[in-house]
């Protein structure tokens, strides 16, 4: 399993073959209260919390936030998007997290980023081709039908 961000695409080796299982929406955290469209711009000043420096998800929200026409402050950096929630309840940061990351919670107030330019991340299986495993058939075929049929709830909440 790997991820793919709209803004941060990954080039796969030769001979390797990907299944995409779901692409789900990028969302702006923001403390509970805190509403209004997404407009990047407006949270320029504010303290960034993203993933370990030169992840795909921190790439994204760098190239986001520069399309918004600023540098974000990076407050906190933490791949545990539990602790990433904790950080926007709790410090009054912002962050972007993608949807499958994020538990609704009282504390913080999430919106889906659809409206910026490729602010989603993909789900994929990756695997060699022509891998002569018996069940990696049947593996995919699990990995497809997991995915639920609505899964759409993932791309804007």
């Given at each position: ?21 779901v692409r789900e929406d990028l969302l702006l955290l923001r403390p509970s209260g805190e ?89 994929l299986a990756i695997h060699r081709e022509g891998n002569a495993n018996p069940v990696l ?21």
């Amino acid at each position: 399993m790997v991820y793919e961000y709209g803004l941060s695409p990954r080039q796969w080796p030769t001979g390797v073959r990907t299944l995409a299982l779901v692409r789900e929406d990028l969302l702006l955290l923001r403390p509970s209260g805190e509403t209004g469209p997404p407009d990047l711009s407006r949270l320029a000043d504010r303290q960034w919390i993203t993933s370990r420096e030169g992840t795909a998800g921190d790439l994204s929200l760098a190239r986001l936030c520069a399309f918004a026409g600023f540098t974000p402050t990076i407050a906190f950096r933490s791949n545990d998007y539990d602790v990433v929630r904790e950080l926007v309840a709790h410090m009054g940061g912002v962050a972007v997290v993608p949807a499958l990351g994020h538990v609704p919670d009282e504390r913080i107030s999430a919106v889906s980023l659809l409206s910026q330019a490729s602010a989603h991340r993909t789900v994929l299986a990756i695997h060699r081709e022509g891998n002569a495993n018996p069940v990696l058939g049947d593996f995919l075929a699990a990995l497809s039908q997991a995915v639920p049929q609505d899964a759409d709830h993932l791309l804007a909440l």
